[in-house]
């Protein structure tokens, strides 16, 4: 079967592997879709800290059971499903409290273990998520991403009172966007970016208003509107302290980049307006929820994807993705063209 295989930093081929066979407890799909993320990208240059090499990569995929581990009930053979690339221990401290995106031997598909861009990936039963008919197989990989808005938007519980600004009109902003505008219904949401072209995606995702903040500061084109929710999905390490700043007295932030680089902050910039901070990361089992938003119709995923690829293409897709921003958001990879 052919993989994706990143064999060490900078090295992406599109190799032929062995057929996978399921173990104990695991499901095998046949992988249909496909989609790129930022993190694929990180394992692709040696910039993610928690893959080893060589790696398959992928963890927003969509397909078909066509075989089961022992253990696993065959009659979900046929099965059309997604996956959550979080793999837990279910035991730790993390895990029995609902957090098993932070449980502490965790494994992520297509970064700790192999993933999704992959004519087969074997995935444990429980990962893999049945897709309701009503839901697409274009628009199925596009589940995962939803779900880092769901996990993030669980913590700052919006409200329709609410006044939120997102940073960055990428697949991160994008997908808050969606969700804050169509899900939980905030009064306002204001984007703030520095492309002109994601403005404009920003405004089809349902974004009320957009600032260009590369030619002015946020603050000033801000006015005196004082978000009530923060998120940052720009991920810059510069901007908590910004947002600390620009929000109103009870505000909540929410953050999502993985930056090591430090954010300087003072504790008088939160507690003067006692502020909470909320830390995000993947998704704490939100794959029912986002499957129920996707269901009733409540987010467009199809306003996220720009471009489709083969998987011969891999490469190239990579690299525009890597590369324009201004033209990409989601880029879907067709892993085996006649699924389903
Ligand atoms: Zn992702
Ligand atoms: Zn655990």
Sequence with gaps: MKSVTIEKPNALVLNEIPELSPMDGEVRIKVSKASICGSD???WHGKNPFAKYPRVIGHEFYG???NVGEGVDPARIGERVVV???VACGQCYPCSVGKPNVCESLQVIGVHR???????ACVPSGNAYQLPESI??????MVEPFTIAANICAYL??????IALVYGAGPMGLTAVQALKHVYKVKEVIVAERLPERLQRALDNGADRVIDNSQASTQSLLGETKPTIIIDGACHPAIFAEAASLASPAARIGLLGFSNSASEITQQALTSK????FTSRLNSRRFPTVLDWFDKG???PEKIITHHFDLADIEQAMTLFEHDAKACCKVIIDINKNNS
């Design 64 to 66: 078909v059971i066509d």
């Design 298 to 300: 409540l987010v467009a």
């Design 157 to 162: 519980k919006p409200t329709e009172q609410d």
């Design 41 to 43: 990208v990180g394992i």
């Design 136 to 141: 697409a197989d274009e628009y199925a990989s």
């Design 274 to 277: 006692e502020i909470s901070v």
């Design 114 to 120: 192999d993933g999704g861009f992959s004519e087969h």
């Design 84 to 86: 959550d690339p979080v």
